[in-house]
């Protein structure tokens, strides 16, 4: 809390966590209970900057109930829903502290972990991330298709994302200004986090299940998650084309040699339909992949030409 305070300097919050809050009313009172105890032991000054990103059940009125009680609790209510990513990023904007922590109002980043995070930090490290070492709740197709996706990120871009970490990490002033500097509207938090570089650390933990209520992502949002994650991070998609493009025409040309060598040798016989169909098909295919990542980046350009603001805030309390 903001008690350790000269007369006449304004408080320096030494730690602000940033939670994003999305119809997270049952988990409230569980939340701040487990997150103050973890903070109080750590004797420093914090912040608590929490998200309404347009919960429709009693999260924001729970919020407030709380932040009579503790001032450290701030609120950012935001207009409407604008999805995690957006959601942590206000949050990001309107925290004050030398280090920042983004975590889950679910419960499912333990809070106690801010401590060993801290730690890290005091050590020299900028940014510290929790890593987590079991994935509790989560089924095979979760995880398979989580390791792919690290898989084909890898291969494709420049940058290095460290596996199976959240959002859930402590990051240095430094580190927070320099994501601030990123202007995107596609905001793939993993990604910026580890775009921004600086001196990481890992530290493990354990995943627990949600503690009340129920997750936000299905399939098809995580699928276009990925989608975000991969075009917000390589151009390979765009580029592959050429040579997928080359290497095709090249098969073409060594087939229509040996169309003539076939003419030359045995005369005119008019068979190949079958070949014919498969040929034009999958050209035809490949050409509507191609459109299709075409669209996918240029939506993404669209996106980020039009530059509407990334969130619009109806209120502040205590920010
Ligand atoms: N969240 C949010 N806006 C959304 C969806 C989720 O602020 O549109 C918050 C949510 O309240 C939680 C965190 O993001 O604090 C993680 O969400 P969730 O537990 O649904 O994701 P998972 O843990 O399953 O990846
Ligand atoms: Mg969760």
Known sequence: MLTKMDSNETPRVELSVVAPMFNEAENLDYFFERLNGALKKLGVTYEIVCVNDGSRDGTFAGLLAHREKNPAIKVVDLSRNFGKDIALTAGIDHAKGAAVIPIDSDL????????????????????????????????????????????????????????????????????????????ERNRFMKGLFAWVGFKQTAVMYDREKRHAGTTKWNYWKLWNFALDGITGFSSIPLRVWTYVGTFVSFCAFLYALFLIVLKIVYGNNVAGYPSLMVAVLFLGGIQLITLGVLGEYMARIYNEVKGRPLYLVRDKHGC
């Not at 510290?128 to 095979?140: D, H, K, L, M």
């Not at 994302?161 to 202007?183: E, H, I, Q, S, W």
């Open 108 to 183: 499912q980043d333990p809070p106690e972990l801010i401590e060993e995070m801290v730690k890290q930090w005091r050590a020299g490290f900028e940014v510290v991330y929790a890593t987590r070492r079991s994935r509790q709740g989560e089924g095979i197709f979760k995880r398979v298709t989580a390791y792919l996706f690290y898989k084909l990120f890898d291969s494709m871009s420049d940058v290095k994302m460290p596996r199976n970490t959240g959002d859930f990490r402590l990051m240095d002033r430094k580190a927070v200004d320099a994501l601030m500097r990123m202007p």
